[in-house]
């Protein structure tokens, strides 16, 4: 089946710092890919879909300039959190519809648990 | 917009016992339906789905849910659940059009206890 990898699995970086989450499809192409964040006991939310090759489209609230992310090639999503503060600390998900499977339920990766002391 | 509802946070059921999760949405289009399962620091799997078709859908594990259009509801279920069936279970909505981005509820933590 389609799998959706997603790396590191968990990181702890300073406050301040800036840390990179990639998500990939491995076995199929992904023109589009979604962001999640997932609070302690919360369900998922929204922050952004990548769309391959041009801007992502964040959701109200999300703040671009953190949240930094790039849709470089049709297996390749990455999100940066810019200058995490300890607030940022919380658990990111990515998923991906395969591109040439309307109807396909989106694969998720394995989540990134990010820790911002 | 969509909007799912998850009317329960927790659910404490005894192993090989029944289980219901309930799940209602809202939404002003015709929409896609899913629940999903997810094991502590762990991403999301797919238990099942309805996109069209029969009502009744069954999944992984055991698991099935049914839709029901004029309740809008998309209740899961499992005849004899077991310990590792301990989790957290979101119910999810998309718009059957392109690639729409999935609303999730807050979720049902299911915890089988022995």
């Known amino acids: 089946g389609a799998v959706v990898s997603q790396h590191p699995s968990r990181v702890i970086c300073k406050s301040g710092t800036s840390v990179k989450i990639e998500c990939r499809s491995l076995?199929?192409?992904?023109?589009?890919m979604f962001w999640y964040r997932q609070f302690p006991k919360q369900s998922l939310m929204l922050m952004a879909t990548?769309?391959?090759?041009?801007?992502?489209?964040?959701e109200q609230g999300v703040e671009k300039d953190k949240f930094l992310i790039n849709h470089a090639s049709l297996t390749l999503s990455t999100l940066t959190v810019t200058s995490a503060h300890p607030e940022d600390s919380s658990f990111y998900i990515c998923?991906?519809?395969?591109?040439?499977?309307?109807?396909?339920?989106?694969?998720f990766g394995q989540g990134t648990r990010l820790t911002v002391v | 917009a969509q909007s799912v509802t998850q009317l329960d946070s927790q659910v404490p059921v005894f192993e090989e016992a029944p289980v219901e999760l309930r799940c209602n949405y809202s939404?002003?289009?015709?929409?896609?339906l899913f629940w999903y399962v997810q094991y502590p620091n762990q991403g999301l799997q797919l238990l099942l789905k309805?996109?069209?078709?029969?009502?009744l859908v069954k999944g992984i594990n055991g698991f099935e849910a049914e839709f029901n259009k004029s309740q809008t509801s998309f209740h899961l279920r499992k005849p004899s659940v077991h310990i590792s069936d301990t989790a957290e279970y979101f119910c999810?909505?998309?718009?059957?059009?392109?690639?729409?981005?999935?609303?999730f509820g807050k979720g049902t933590m299911l915890l089988v206890s022995p």
């Open positions: 998923s991906a519809p395969p591109s040439n499977r309307v109807n396909t339920e989106a694969f």
């Open positions: 076995d199929f192409q992904a023109t589009t």
């Open positions: 990548s769309n391959e090759g041009s801007k992502a489209t964040y």
């Open positions: 939404s002003s289009v015709s929409v896609y």
């Open positions: 309805y996109l069209s078709g029969s009502t």
């Open positions: 999810a909505v998309r718009t059957n059009s392109g690639y729409s981005t999935l609303t």
